[in-house]
């Protein structure tokens, strides 16, 4: 009948109707078959890549899978969520999970919410911390001040933001600003460790008053205001014991003031509570400076001496001494009194005026009046010489009865030296020669003449003949006296050229020398 039925048109049809029915049915089960088997190893191999740490593989296989008809949300929405925060992106993390909560209403995903958003807090706060960190170690405290604050807001119970927030104002110098942090992080946190930076913060805060009361001291100083800055000195000690500035900075006045024993006494007195190098290296620099003015006193003395007793080889050598020229000679004017310091004023004193020139002997109200004498050493040829007067000084310069003496050493053609020395006596006004004057010429110790003459304001006058009427010059040169040798006149007289004029040479500046012939 079959047979039949297939024969015929109808029967063909049906036939092939139902062929193509069955051929339907079993590709749809086949693809349904397949779709699931997709499926389970798109699954599968989502959570190993998660698993695996390969979170951006992870993210593709995950929504791969959700793009499957009848694949389970919320357990693919939860490994997407936590691939998402293996790559830090909480926000993503939080949008999948709630668009599949809106769907499905699930508990087990409302839980995920909660904890990734806690979660994405702590991570945020950590990262926070860490920005703030970065521009720590950069010393950039500000900016690192507000990224702690930021942190704060995310977690305003953590202590370690007021901790750092606290640091951050110390390192800064802000210690108000880190003790009010630090009170207020108590109020919330009741942190011990709070309560130690808060200590560090109050020890800050009195070093700061101390560093501003020594500031303050300093300042007195600069303007020479000795008084009030000694009194911001004590203050800082008595606040501060056990700190060596205050002692450092009233030393330095002291050696600044030569009271070098002084400075001595305080410093040691300080060491025996401070372990300070830097007071260390003060008490050393006050001894050794204490040292050389023992020294430079002594020496000061000794050519004090020599001055007055006209000492000229203890003299000389005393000022050309090493230590005369490098500890004494540089700070000039130096006074010097062998009654003490402050009684170069009035009385007899010495005054340094450079390395080669002084004065020693009657000062009244600093001026130079009375008996005393300049001495100077002199070069010549690359010899050493010296000048001095001595006598009578008024108005600071020689004014009345002296004599100068110079003593030059000259080189000869035949390459040996010669030592000339010249003696003039007589009376002088404002350093210039006056009246009635005498010279001595030596050479080489040995007197080779002297000569009377008569100076007016410094210029010799030419010598008359018995009539009154000058003597012939020689030349330009005109005879301003006779050459007396051994007690005895000769025939040579002391010839000068016209604008000669003499006197005291540190004083007057003088012009020809004097030719015998």
Request: glycine content about 8%.
């Amino acid at each position: 009948m079959l047979r039949g039925v297939l024969r015929t048109k109808v029967g063909r049809i049906i036939v092939l109707i139902l062929i193509l029915v069955l051929g339907i049915t079993g590709i749809f089960i086949f693809k349904k078959n397949k779709d699931s088997r997709w499926y389970e190893k798109q699954a599968v191999m989502a959570q190993q890549f998660l698993e695996a740490g390969n979170y951006e593989q992870a993210i593709e296989a995950y929504n791969k899978a959700m793009s499957m008809k009848d694949s389970d949300q919320e357990y693919l929405s939860v490994g997407l969520a936590e691939a998402y925060i293996g790559i830090n992106n909480y926000d993503k993390a939080l949008e999948v999970l709630r668009n599949c909560y809106k769907k499905t209403s699930g508990s087990a995903i409302k839980e995920k919410i909660e904890e990734v958003t806690s979660r994405k807090a702590d991570y945020e706060y950590q990262q926070t911390i860490s920005r703030g960190d970065v521009y720590y170690s950069n010393k950039e405290y500000d900016k690192a001040i507000q990224e702690y604050e930021k942190a704060k807001l995310i977690k305003s119970k953590e202590v370690v933001s007021y901790q750092k927030i606290a640091q951050a104002y110390i390192k800064s110098g802000k210690y108000e600003e880190a003790k009010t942090e630090v009170l207020e992080g108590l109020d919330i946190t009741q942190s011990e460790e709070l309560n130690q930076i808060l200590t560090v913060a109050e020890n800050y805060l009195i070093k700061q008053q101390y560093d501003n009361i020594i500031a303050e001291a300093e300042e007195f100083i600069f303007q020479e205001n000795y008084k009030d800055g000694m009194a911001k000195f004590q203050e800082a000690m008595q606040l501060l014991p056990e700190e060596d500035k205050a002692y450092i900075g009233m030393a330095k006045v002291f050696l600044t003031q030569e009271k070098y024993q002084t400075a001595i006494t305080l410093l040691e007195g300080a060491k025996e509570h401070i372990d300070s190098e830097e007071l260390d290296s003060m008490l050393e620099k006050a001894n050794e400076l204490q040292e050389i003015e023992d020294v430079r006193n002594k020496t000061l003395y000794a050519l004090y001496g020599a001055v007055e007793g006209l000492d000229i080889s203890k003299i000389m050598k005393i000022m050309n001494s090493e230590f005369f020229i490098n500890e004494i000679a540089t700070d000039i004017p130096v006074y010097y009194s062998p009654l003490g310091e402050g009684n170069i004023s009035k009385g007899y004193g010495m005054i340094l005026f450079t390395d080669k020139n002084l004065y020693s002997g009657a000062i009244d109200q600093g001026i130079k009046r009375g008996k005393g004498i300049t001495f100077q050493l002199t070069e010549n040829d690359g010899e050493q010489g010296y000048y001095y007067y001595q006598g009578d000084w008024n108005d600071d310069i020689p004014n009345g009865k002296g004599k100068t003496l110079e003593v030059v050493t000259k080189k000869a053609k035949d390459g040996g030296k010669s030592t000339f020395k010249i003696i003039t006596e007589g009376y002088f006004n404002n350093g210039t020669e006056m009246d009635s004057m005498m010279k001595y010429f030596y050479v080489n110790d040995e007197e080779v003449g002297k000569v009377s003459y008569t100076s007016r304001n410094g210029i010799p006058m030419p010598l008359n003949d018995k009539n009154g009427q000058p003597l012939p010059a020689d030349g330009e040169r005109y005879p301003i006296g006779v050459i007396v040798k051994n007690g005895e006149p000769t025939e040579d007289y002391c010839y000068v050229e016209p604008g000669t004029l003499w006197g005291v040479k540190p004083f007057v500046p003088c012009y020809n020398q004097p030719v015998i012939k």
